[in-house]
């Protein structure tokens, strides 16, 4: 199994549709993702990872970073870091690298792989000058416990003392430093109908929905559904 960057494998760059996303369709209808998220790999090739299974030659994972600034503040997650580096105002003097996504084929999971995705990125942090890498985690079962509030389920361990989230627990045994929550790390807007069409149920009245593959649940008024994703952010120092 190797990783290269888009920059070094544009021929492979070409294959991400090969991976089998784990994601409910309704996250990619975030309206800032929408508007930036395609740039990143024609403008930043050179942080965006594969992950290759040369002996099947498949596109098994990729990984997407983006530079960010964490000496004011932590940024407050995926839509925030984007619309500061490719909108209208001045982009930030980065002074880490951001992971922005790690995504491993569905038919690869439980093989580890997500770890080679994590420390490629750790990785290509240290060789682009970058004292750290930040992560804006995505729990993968919070989906479970959605009127859990992220605060509490983050701080969740098992008896060994690791993280009760899998992610969670990934980036831990990885020595990733859990920092604090970003509350409104992602937000997803659309009407009554646009929702129904991207999950395939029913929302008959206003009201607080969960829905699977959402962390907490989607709020509806006015006809108009808002979900405001929350992520754990991890820090991974480099070297």
């Known amino acids: ?15 991400t549709g090969e991976i089998e996303d784990t994601l409910a369709p309704f996250m990619g209808y975030g309206e800032v993702a929408l508007r930036h998220w395609a740039k990143l790999r024609p403008e930043l090739p050179e942080l965006q990872l594969i992950l290759y299974d040369d002996e099947n030659d498949r596109v098994v994972g990729h990984g997407r970073t983006l530079p960010a600034r964490e000496a004011d503040g932590l940024p407050g997650g995926i839509d925030d870091m984007l619309e500061t580096w490719f909108g209208d105002g001045p982009r930030p003097e980065a002074d880490v690298l951001s992971a922005m996504v790690a995504v491993v084929d569905r038919g690869h999971n ?11 990125m750790r990785d290509l942090a240290g060789r682009e000058g970058f004292s750290s890498l930040i992560a804006p985690v995505r729990p993968t079962w919070k989906d479970r416990y959605p009127l859990i509030p992220i605060e509490r389920y983050a701080r969740w361990t098992r008896e060994d003392g690791l993280p009760f989230d899998p992610w969670l627990r990934v980036h831990a045994r990885l020595g990733g430093e859990l920092l604090q929550v970003a509350p409104e790390s992602m937000r997803i807007e659309g009407t009554r109908e646009e929702w129904e069409g991207w999950t395939g149920m029913t929302f008959p009245d206003d009201g607080d929905y969960t829905l699977p593959g959402a962390l907490v649940p989607v709020r509806f008024a006015g006809g ?15 070297g």
Request: without cysteine; glycine residues 8%.
């Open 110 to 120: 439980g093989r580890g792989l997500s770890r080679l995705l994590i420390e490629a």
């Open 1 to 15: 199994m190797q990783t290269f960057t888009y920059a070094e494998r544009p021929d492979l760059a070409l294959r």
């Open 224 to 238: 108009r559904g808002v979900y405001v994703e929350p992520n754990v952010w991890f820090r991974h120092r480099v």
